[in-house]
């Protein structure tokens, strides 16, 4: 298939042959407007032409090399993990995006109050806004429910060899993947700035003046300084929302194409 220019093709007499439901027609007179002027089509073809020669060079699977109609393993708990993540993926930024509304990433009032804004303003998302509680409760869990899944299906591919020739790159996006969703976490565990994130900032902190040579850069660069202060919290801030939701959504999106081109590692 080449990108060649084809023939005229009198679209409108080939369907007023067929018979077609309101739906289909519809369908069918915007994909060929858009095609005339797009070439819709011809690049749909060449990436399926790219699909299928890709997919030849991979092995077969253990259910096309032994004919096996019955798919029942596809079910298995532990094979629906990367799935069940990145559904908890999609609830955490619903119920964060409606989060962000109410949300402000303040350690002092306007007026200069001695107390901290964040905290104050996750008081009233919990005791005084409608559903309030229910929405961070969803957020938190998820957070929580996503993490678990991505180490357990880590797991998973690591014990059943799915980390092997040809997915050892799929293997180190994973690994990449997982680095960032526990830093996603500790980002938004900061955020509430009460006790726990805190001492979750402190020791954060401490740990990073521990690596030798860029430590203390490393400890100004994410945390804003020695201690903690407003500088960490607008930090941690935008990590958490302005550039994790983008680089992991980027990461994600290229796993799960790398998965539907290379297919399933399934149990042998």
């Known amino acids: 298939m080449s990108l060649e220019k084809k023939d005229?093709?009198?679209?409108?007499?080939?369907?007023?042959?067929?018979?077609?439901?309101?739906?289909?027609?519809?369908?069918?007179?915007t994909l060929m407007w858009l095609d005339k002027r797009l070439r819709i089509v011809d690049y749909l073809e060449l990436l399926e032409d790219m699909y299928y020669k890709?997919?030849?060079?991979?092995?077969?699977?253990h259910t096309e090399q032994y004919d096996l109609d019955n798919k029942f393993w596809y079910w298995?708990?532990?094979?629906?993990?990367?799935?069940l993540s990145i559904v908890a993926y999609v609830?955490?930024?619903?119920?964060?995006?409606l989060l962000g509304f109410y949300y402000a990433p303040g350690t002092i009032t306007a007026?200069?109050?001695?107390y901290a804004l964040a905290y104050d303003q996750m008081l009233f998302i919990l005791a005084e806004l409608n559903f309030g509680y229910m929405l961070r409760s969803i957020h938190r869990w998820a957070a929580q429910f996503m993490i678990a899944g991505v180490f357990l299906h880590m797991l998973r591919v690591y014990f059943t060899g799915a980390y092997k020739e040809p997915r050892e790159l799929n293997w180190l996006l994973g690994v990449l993947l997982i680095l960032l969703t526990l830093l996603f976490g500790y980002s938004g565990y900061?955020?509430?700035?009460?006790?726990?994130a805190l001492w979750a900032g402190t020791i954060g902190i401490e740990m990073a003046r521990s690596v030798p040579l860029v430590g203390e850069w490393a400890a100004q660069l994410v945390f804003g300084g020695f201690s903690l202060g407003q500088p960490t919290l607008m930090r941690m801030y935008i990590i958490h929302v302005f550039l994790m939701p983008f680089v992991v959504t980027a990461l994600i999106a290229l796993h799960v194409g790398i998965v539907w081109m290379q297919g399933?590692?399934?149990?042998?």
Request: glycine share 4%.
């Open 76 to 83: 298995y708990p532990l094979y629906s993990l990367g799935s």
């Open 54 to 61: 890709m997919n030849l060079q991979m092995p077969k699977s």
């Open 264 to 268: 399933i590692a399934e149990p042998h």
């Open 111 to 114: 007026e200069g109050a001695d």
């Open 8 to 29: 005229d093709f009198d679209h409108e007499s080939w369907l007023e042959t067929k018979d077609l439901s309101a739906i289909e027609k519809s369908y069918l007179v």
């Open 190 to 196: 900061l955020l509430p700035w009460n006790q726990l």
């Open 91 to 97: 609830v955490l930024a619903i119920t964060g995006a």
